[in-house]
């Protein structure tokens, strides 16, 4: 009886011990398959080209919402490029500038600093142009000239930031109205199906919150060029303003001559 209870009691501690040894292996080997599983998903996505993965989401969140937002993004950004090439030909050295002018007009006249003006591109040259224009009138002409086209130029200066504006508000809104369509969607296959499964929903709720990411992604990136945009506009209508008051100094002084 006695070896019977030692053999039982035997058995019974290895079995205990191979089944603790299985236990703790279990999630070992669940932990590798994972990772393993992991691993051929980063490959795959790795080797999958960016542009493809992004045709392949764009058409997953249905191109009838998402084309709309796209069209939004590359009419923004086209007209914020444009804006930015424009500025960037519009500044000049403000300072050399100034002190050519005044060069040109105490040493030959108004005549030369207008051809001067002239030849220069920018809106504080053909600010400049203008006051000179009516420096015949008098100081107080020019004055009236200088602040007049001054409000002009600054006018072709904000030229197309409505248009971006319109597209940082749309872009999210499509995206919500796509996000609200495909919610509806999911839903209605809910309905059809008569069962709440995630296979049934998935696809609805995928194109809600793709739509929603493509819009919120043209938002934010219009409205960084948007910004942009506005300080160079600001940094041009500070040293227009500026330099507006450099004219009237030097043709006051010109006139006391």
Known sequence: MKKLFL???AATLSFGAAYAQDANE???????VEQVVEAD???ELAG??????????????????????????V??????IERIIYLTFAQINTKKFTSEVEKALNEKGVEAALELCRNTRGPIASI?????????????????????????????LESGLSWISLFIALSPSLGFMGTVVGMIQAFDDIQAQATISP???AGGIKVALLTTLMGLIAAVI???????????????VVKMEDTSITLVDMLTAYNKR
């Open 41 to 43: 998903a980063a490959e």
């Open 128 to 156: 400049y142009y203008q006051g000179l224009l009516r420096y015949d009138q008098g100081l107080e002409a020019v004055e009236k000239a200088v602040v007049s086209y001054g409000s002009v130029q600054q006018g072709h």
């Open 7 to 9: 053999v039982l009691a």
């Open 26 to 32: 279990a999630p070992v080997q669940e932990v590798a």
């Open 199 to 201: 296979a049934v929903v």
């Open 75 to 80: 009419l923004g950004l086209a007209i914020a």
């Open 222 to 236: 219009l409205q960084i060029f948007f910004n942009y945009i506005l300080s160079k506009i600001e940094s041009l």
């Open 48 to 73: 999958e080209p960016m542009h493809f993965a992004l045709m392949k989401k764009f058409l997953e969140g249905g191109w009838e919402w998402m084309l709309p937002v796209l069209v939004c993004l």
